[in-house]
Every structure is written in structure tokens, then in C-alpha cells.
């Protein structure tokens, strides 16, 4: 229920008892003191109500001023809203940005771990064949602090320590080997004469291509030659006389641009071992493949069993073809029973097992002398076919697994070449030598297992014709023979 204020009450009240005091007061022509009091009263309660519109309005203007201030104020505050919307959808937008910038960081340093990773093994396996390059390599002031240096960056290595300085490491002293060959140097060190006498001597290398000696006492002089035989590595070599002279003279000149001295100069002496004699042996040549040279030795292996199996299995159940032929075959078709089971006791093999079990089912007529012969001949071909099936799936696989190793390191390969470029031909080998190893050992399983696979198949097909024509033979003979009494009977 809507409330009145008191004004508008005490407005009404006046106005209802100044209607009662018109109605119930006679009509008269003069104004009387209660009417005066009652003009008093209205002219009071309209001043009142006057001077309340005129609070009324202006609470009321107040109200509006108060409203519009609020209103500016919200419009202000919306405006604020929006800006800060507009903020927080920016700052969305870049954490996003950031989100995606992060995910790319973590990619790339994903991606660059495996570089890194990857070219760490390079770094591990080139510090095995650099420290073997360095022991065998031409003499120099450095040689052996560098093989030191190796042997700790090996150690590191297995040890797991950081790739980025294995292979700074690795790389920088690959860096520093290579200046030798655009160097020269006189260093002093010992050496071993030709006599078994070790001397201190003043040693000339001349870049990769010369390095000689002259013993600090002036009275020896050598050069250095590639071992010989198997043995890899240096010996120093001493020459005639006048090498003395010339190598003291080249000692001495070391180092001046303006001295010129002759020296034997061998071409040749820093030629890698394997290109003067002497190759990868088996071990290495079968590692050179790669891990699928596991699978393929494996079905080689399989394959050479199987076939020794068959091979000792023929030798083991020979036919005897020409002692069942006299002993038993002939006699059959004589009509002499008893010789051919006297001849076939002694006679062992897959021809003499089938005819066995048909003679022993002579007796039954001739439904069962064929299936008796039939059931032994079907073991004995079993037994002759066991395993070819296996042997051609293995010169089968052998050159599929050569092929899968080709494809392996081919794709090693292109590896390489996205990690290093093609600059350094070397840096190919091992993918290269993968595919053509495996391809190379699949055609030399494969070969020789499909050619004893197509002899022993031959093998086995003739002793199972020879099986079938001696059991025809048996059975022609056994029934033709049961058929003559009767015939010659009937006869009489």
C-alpha cells in the first residue's frame, strides 16, 4: 500500500473541514470570526504547502544533479571498463604471442639438443679414430700434449659431460692439426736409431710432407718412413753421410725466409695405412653395416643350418636306388616273394621304408598294399622336403635385408648432409659404406643358399619319383602275382 507524507494529510484534513464549515454554515452576507480563522488556517496550510512543493523541487533538482553526476560518473566508469577490456584483450593477445614464442624456443632448442646430441657422437667417435690418426701420425712438438688432450676429452665423454665443449674441444684441435700442414718447425726429441740406440736429435717437420732428423751431437741423420708390414705407424730411417750436413744445414735454416736447402722429399709417407697394403678385416667390414647386419647374419646363420641339416640328412638316407632295384624289384617281378623280403631287410633309406610297409600289406589285397605304401611314402616325403621351404624364405629375405640396410643408410646419410653440408666427403662414408656393406653381404647369403635351395629341391623331388616308380613297380608285381593263381585255377 502506497504511503502518504504528513503534508499531504494535513492538506487533505484542511481541505475536507473547510468544505464541512461551507456546507454546514448558513448562507450569510457577512464573514463571521470562525470563517476568518478557517481563510487563517487554508492560507497558512497553502503556504506551507507552498513552501514544501518549493522544498520538493528542490530536493527534486537535487535528486536530478545527484542522478546526472552518478550518470557522468558511470559513463566514466563503462568508458573505464571498456579501455580495461580492451587492455586485458592485448594482453591476452600477447600472452598468447608469448605462449607461441615459448613453444617455438622449446622446439628449437629440442631440435638443437638433437643437433647437438648428434653431433656430440660424431665428436665421440671422431676422438677415437683422431687419437689413433695422432699415434700414427708424422712427429711434432704437439703430438703428444694433443693425444693427452684427446684421452681427456674421451673421458669426458663416457664420463657424460657437455656436448657443446666436447665438441668445441673436438673441433678446435681438429682446427689446430690441420695448420700443420701449412707449418714448419725444429723441435727437439728423442729417436731411435737404426743401431737400437736412442739419442736426443733435432727434429725438421716440414709441414705433412717431410720430417727428418739430426742428432744434437751433428754426427747422425735420418729421415722418417712409414713402417712396414702390418705394423702401422713411423720409423725413422737413417741415410748416407751427406745427410748430416744437409739436415743441419736445414735445421739451421728453419725459420729464415732467405736460406734455401734441398731436401729428399718422399711424396707419399703421409698416405693413410690402408692405402699402402693391408684393408678392414672382417669384424670391421661386418660393423661397417650398421645394426641391420644383426638380422641379416642371423638368417644367414639360419639358413647355413638348415642347409648342414638337409646336407647331413641326405648323406644319413642314402636310396640306394641300384641295391633295391637288384635286391628287391627284380626278384618282385620274378614272382619270388621271399628273395625280395630276404633282399630288402638288410637296406635302410627313404626308397626301402615305403616298400617295406606295402610288402607287409601284401597279404591284404591290393586297396591295402597301396594305401600302407602311400602312408610311409607321404613320411618319407615330409621328411625329404623339411626345411626347403624355410631355406628359400631365407635367400629370399637375406637381399630384402641388404635393401632395408641400403635404405638405412642412405637415410644416415642425408643426416649427415643436413647437419654438415657435402663439404667433407669423409663425413659420408659411414652412411654410404652402410648401404653398400648390407647389400653386399644380403647378395652373398642370398646366392649360394638359392642355389643349394634349387639342389636340394632337384634332390628331393628325384627320390620322390624313384619312391613313387619302385612302389608302382611293388604294388604291379604283388597283385599281378595274387591274380595268378586264381587266373591259372579258372584255367584248369
Not at 198 to 207: N, P, S, T
Not at 442 to 453: D, N, Q, R, T
Not at 459 to 470: D, F, M, N, Y
Request: aromatic share 4%; proline share 4%; net charge negative.
Amino acid at each position: 500500500m502506497k504511503a502518504f507524507s504528513p503534508w499531504t494529510v494535513l492538506i487533505v484534513a484542511a481541505s475536507a473541514a473547510l468544505v464541512f464549515a461551507c456546507l454546514a454554515q448558513p448562507a450569510a452576507s457577512e464573514e463571521t470570526p470562525e470563517d476568518a480563522s478557517i481563510d487563517r488556517a487554508i492560507a497558512e496550510a497553502a503556504a506551507e504547502l507552498d513552501a514544501e512543493r518549493a522544498d520538493w523541487k528542490k530536493a527534486e533538482a537535487e535528486f536530478e544533479s545527484a542522478k546526472a553526476a552518478l550518470g557522468s560518473e558511470i559513463e566514466a566508469l563503462e568508458r573505464d571498463i571498456l579501455a580495461l577490456a580492451g587492455t586485458i584483450e592485448a594482453q591476452e593477445r600477447k600472452a598468447a604471442e608469448l605462449a607461441a614464442s615459448c613453444e617455438e624456443i622449446a622446439r628449437v632448442e629440442e631440435e638443437s639438443g638433437r643437433k647437438l646430441d648428434a653431433l656430440a657422437a660424431f665428436a665421440a667417435q671422431g676422438i677415437e679414430s683422431m687419437k689413433t690418426v695422432l699415434e700414427i701420425s708424422v712427429p711434432h712438438s704437439e703430438r703428444d700434449a694433443r693425444i693427452a688432450f684427446l684421452s681427456r676429452l674421451d673421458a669426458d665423454a663416457r664420463a657424460g659431460s657437455s656436448p657443446a665443449s666436447l665438441v668445441s674441444g673436438y673441433f678446435r684441435l681438429m682446427a689446430e692439426e690441420a695448420e700443420l700442414g701449412s707449418s714448419s718447425e725444429v723441435f727437439r726429441s728423442p729417436v731411435l736409431l737404426d743401431s737400437g740406440e736412442q739419442k736426443e736429435a733435432d727434429v725438421l717437420r716440414l709441414g705433412r710432407i717431410f720430417c727428418g732428423y739430426v742428432t744434437a751431437d751433428r754426427k747422425q741423420a735420418g729421415l722418417l718412413f712409414r713402417s712396414s708390414g702390418d705394423k702401422a705407424g713411423w720409423s725413422w730411417k737413417e741415410g748416407e753421410e751427406g745427410l748430416v750436413g744437409t739436415m743441419s744445414e736445414a735445421v739451421d735454416a728453419c725459420g729464415n725466409p732467405d736460406r734455401r736447402v734441398g731436401l729428399p722429399l718422399d711424396v707419399t709417407m703421409d698416405l693413410p695405412p690402408e692405402m699402402l697394403g693391408g684393408g678392414k678385416d672382417i669384424a670391421t667390414f661386418l660393423i661397417s653395416g650398421g645394426p641391420v647386419m644383426i638380422p641379416l647374419l642371423l638368417s644367414g646363420l639360419a639358413a647355413l643350418l638348415m642347409i648342414l641339416e638337409r646336407l647331413a640328412f641326405l648323406a644319413l638316407n642314402r636310396p640306394h636306388a641300384s641295391l633295391v632295384e637288384k635286391a628287391v624289384l627284380l626278384p618282385l617281378k620274378s614272382g619270388n616273394v621271399e628273395a625280395a623280403e630276404a633282399g630288402l631287410k638288410p637296406i635302410r633309406g627313404p626308397l626301402a621304408r615305403p616298400l617295406r610297409a606295402g610288402m607287409a600289406a601284401r597279404g591284404l589285397g591290393q586297396g591295402a598294399i597301396e594305401a600302407a605304401f602311400t602312408a610311409a611314402a607321404s613320411a618319407e616325403m615330409a621328411s625329404l622336403e623339411r626345411f626347403l621351404s624355410a631355406i628359400a624364405a631365407m635367400a629370399v629375405v637375406a637381399p630384402l635385408l641388404g635393401l632395408l640396410g641400403t635404405v638405412t643408410g642412405m637415410i644416415s646419410t642425408f643426416d649427415v648432409i643436413t647437419i654438415f653440408g657435402t663439404g667433407d666427403p669423409r663425413l659420408l662414408s659411414g652412411g654410404i659404406s652402410e648401404a653398400l656393406v648390407t647389400t653386399e653381404v644380403g647378395l652373398i647369403i642370398a646366392i649360394p643358399v638359392m642355389l643349394v635351395h634349387s639342389w636340394l629341391s632337384t634332390r628331393a623331388t628325384s627320390l620322390v619319383q624313384r619312391i613313387e616308380i619302385a612302389g608302382a613297380s611293388m604294388v604291379s608285381s604283388l597283385c599281378s602275382r595274387n591274380r595268378d593263381p586264381g587266373e591259372g585255377g579258372e584255367s584248369a
